[in-house]
């Protein structure tokens, strides 16, 4: 058997072996902790951690609060919410100064977009991202 065949046969063996240990992971890493029962409302948008419950509540201050793909006002419009909207938040970052504040929440409501919390009222603070 030549020195190239068995290299093939070695490379072929583990990337089945990987794909096997892959297999025998996936229903471990699908529990990971979060029941959808948590209190929380879960998001089902077909992607993710669709299991995860969102952390807290907000409402939306702002006539019109453009929803983002990134904490910061340039990045690419995802929705639009409006004023009085109450929207499930995941977490909170820093990230663009927006009148008085860098941080912005990850809301989870099936688009996980970025909202600036100038413009949402919180039931608590959320937790750091």
Do not use: F
Not at 26 to 45: E, F, Q, T
Not at 55 to 83: C, Q
């Amino acid at each position: 058997m030549s020195l190239r065949s068995s290299l093939t046969r070695l490379a072929i063996a583990t990337a089945a072996g990987v794909l096997v240990a892959s297999a025998a992971a996936a229903p471990a890493l699908a529990d990971d902790g979060w029941d959808g029962d948590g209190g929380g409302h879960s998001r089902h948008d077909g992607g993710g951690d669709a299991n995860r419950p969102h952390r807290t509540w907000g409402r939306v201050t702002a006539s019109e609060l453009l929803l983002r793909s990134r904490p910061d006002r340039h990045s690419e419009v995802i929705r639009v919410a409006h004023r009085g909207e109450r929207v499930p938040i995941d977490c909170q970052t820093k990230g663009q100064y927006v009148e008085g504040t860098r941080l912005w929440y990850l809301l989870t409501d099936g688009t996980w977009a970025w909202g600036s919390a100038r413009y949402i009222d919180t039931e608590r603070t959320p937790r750091w991202c």
